[in-house]
């Protein structure tokens, strides 16, 4: 499988990509390489990585506790805490290895520690390998509110191993293929109705065509200002969402793609009624989405919690909630304003 180049870095694929990140370090010559885990990686991934490396340079794995909770500034002063007391210098390197919250946060700490050290995303789940690693954000969550405090950083390179995979559950599998139908709703129609037919699906190909495309998107639009809003697509209510069963304690919290999932189906009905957006399409989407996800009740009296958070979503701007909507698949149109009694149609409509 041939690499792709983003801006100032490249991701490679299966085992050419250990072959470059060796290259790497020995032409870098790092004074040390951290390794960033959390239990699960470090139990099911980090074996096999670090079978695959090539290095004389000293190694030093630091773990956090998994999950979206532990994605704050506290895990990042642990982090920082625990590469000083190693020794860690302006020659070190940092290896993000695992998913969103992994590399999310650790391209943050890396770029942060002494103004800026290098690191290596390796995505090991499906939401990270075709969102996540790619595309230079990086941060941490502030309370609940996602993605508040952070960056743009790129990082040296990015090794996406499909491999890892065998390691995640259905669940998690489920929720990086949110994603995936964001980009064709959004981007390339043929992707989605790749999916909607479900007919000999390939992984590796829909892993590829995902960074492929957010990797577009990224090179014409790097820090967001018009283009790469379309990737927001159903996250401006997913967030929402995803943030109010995270806070929620008599809620079990919803993976971020399932969160997503209800956004786009929420979303697709605004488009609808504000932009004319096809209701066979917009039926399409319901459809899609609610054979690959569970239903989940969103309750009335939750409804105006959900809004209140998404007033705080962190594309906002002078306290007006932005929307990417869609006229048609890939035709889109951006920063579009929505009344709260159509926010609350369009979850009662995901009900429906």
């Not at 998404?310 to 929505?338: A, M, S, T």
Request: one cysteine or more.
């Amino acid at each position: 499988m041939k690499s792709i180049q983003a801006i100032n870095y490249p991701v490679h694929f299966q085992n050419k990509a250990y072959k470059e990140i060796s290259h790497l370090l020995l032409k870098k010559d790092y004074s040390t390489i951290f390794i960033l885990v959390d239990e699960n990686t470090f139990e099911h991934c980090y074996p096999k990585f670090i079978s695959n490396l090539v290095t004389d340079k000293k190694i030093e794995v630091i773990e956090i506790e998994s999950g979206e909770i532990h994605k704050n500034i506290e895990t990042c002063i642990s982090v920082w805490n625990a590469i000083t007391e190693l020794g860690g210098d302006r020659k070190s390197v940092l290896i993000t290895l695992g998913g969103g919250v992994i590399t999310d946060l650790g391209g943050f700490v890396a770029s942060c520690f002494k103004r800026g050290i290098d690191f290596v995303n390796i995505p090991t789940t499906l939401l990270s390998m075709v969102d996540a690693s790619v595309g230079g954000k990086t941060g941490v969550d502030l309370g609940v509110l996602k993605n508040q405090i952070g960056l743009f950083a790129n990082p040296q390179m990015v090794i996406v191993d499909d491999t890892y995979l065998e390691t995640v559950s259905k669940r998690e599998i489920k929720s990086g293929m949110a994603e995936i139908i964001k980009y064709g709703v959004t981007y390339d129609s043929k992707l989605f109705n790749e999916i909607k037919d479900n007919k000999g699906l390939n992984i590796k190909d829909l892993i590829f065509r995902s960074i492929e495309i957010k990797n577009e998107v990224v090179l014409q639009d790097p820090k967001e200002k018009s283009l790469r809003k379309i990737l927001n697509f159903g996250h401006t209510i997913g967030h929402a969402i995803e943030s109010f069963y995270l806070e929620s304690e008599d809620k079990e919290n919803l993976t971020h793609g399932e969160a997503i999932a209800i956004g786009m189906v929420c979303e697709s009905y605004i488009s609808n009624k504000l932009l004319n957006f096809p209701k066979d399409k917009l039926k399409e989407i319901k459809d899609v989405i609610l054979s690959i996800y569970n239903k989940i009740n969103l309750l009335k009296e939750d409804f105006s919690k959900i809004i209140e958070l998404l007033k705080h979503d962190k594309k906002n701007v002078n306290g007006q909630v932005n929307f990417v909507l869609l006229n048609d698949y890939e035709n889109h149109k951006l920063d579009c304003k929505v009344s709260e009694e159509l926010i609350v149609e369009s979850m009662e409509f995901y009900n429906s």
